[in-house]
């Protein structure tokens, strides 16, 4: 079985700071990692995905994550934030086996704040 | 590509009726779909995964008398919300996984329909 930890629920910053979003995962088995994010009220949209090759993962809105296994981190990074990434972000994992099921962290409320 | 549809994106129901959520993959065919309920504040909860064809496969502590699941094509899956009462009242968000090797391996999410139950 996976597990996924978002330490941080909260994350205040202020615009055009740099920011990452901090995602650790255990499991026993080789996974592909993902990060989603949600706007108020909105289902969730895909940022960013690791399946295999390079570590680092660059994704939309100008996001980008880095695989790291001995940490088994996959934290989001973005260099300057807007206003507009004000939203909630979700770590998520599966395994490599098949079983398809997505294991999802708690969640990250980002605020980006003028 | 890769778009997933949800209808109703609200709905407001009696206690003790009925209520049907769509969910689509519009410019895919998916073999496999996902339910989810999402409370304020909180991650998302598997509630089952659903095959075209297929039964249902619910996660445990999910009543499958009480949330109804339908995957009759590869590009509609339905839950039905049975004898709706309030503590029921929840955000619902659906996810699609496609069939081809472009998009097997990640699940596309619906919008959500925010459901309460008076």
């Known amino acids: 079985a996976q597990s996924v930890t978002q330490l941080d629920s909260q994350v205040p910053v202020f615009e055009e700071a740099p920011v990452e979003l901090r995602c650790n995962y255990s499991?026993?088995?080789?996974?592909?990692l993902f990060w989603y994010v949600q706007y108020p009220n909105q289902g969730l949209q895909l940022l960013l995905k690791?399946?295999?090759?390079?570590?680092l993962v660059k994704g939309i809105n100008g996001f980008e994550a880095e695989f790291n296994k001995s940490q088994t981190s996959f934290h989001l990074r973005k260099p300057s934030v807007h206003i507009s990434d004000t939203a909630e972000y979700f770590c998520?994992?599966?395994?490599?086996?098949?079983?398809?099921?997505?294991?999802f962290g708690k969640g990250t409320k980002l605020t980006v704040n003028p | 590509g890769a778009v997933v549809s949800q209808h109703p994106s609200w709905v407001i129901c009696k206690s003790g009726t009925s209520v049907k959520i769509e969910c689509r993959s519009l410019d895919f065919q998916a073999t496999t779909m996902f339910w989810y309920r999402q409370f304020p504040k909180q991650s998302l909860m598997l509630m089952a995964t659903?095959?075209?064809?297929?039964?249902?496969?619910?996660e445990q502590g999910v009543e499958k008398d009480k949330f109804l699941i339908n995957h009759a094509s590869l590009t509609l899956s339905t839950l039905t919300v049975t004898s709706a009462h309030p503590e029921d009242s929840s955000f619902y968000i659906c996810?699609?996984?496609?069939?081809?090797?472009?998009?097997?391996?990640?699940?596309?999410f619906g919008p959500g329909t925010r459901l309460t139950v008076l």
């Open positions: 996810s699609a996984r496609g069939r081809t090797t472009k998009n097997a391996d990640t699940q596309y």
């Open positions: 690791y399946l295999s090759g390079s570590t």
């Open positions: 659903s095959n075209e064809g297929s039964k249902a496969t619910y």
């Open positions: 998520a994992v599966s395994d490599m086996s098949g079983s398809e099921k997505l294991v």
């Open positions: 499991s026993s088995v080789s996974v592909y």
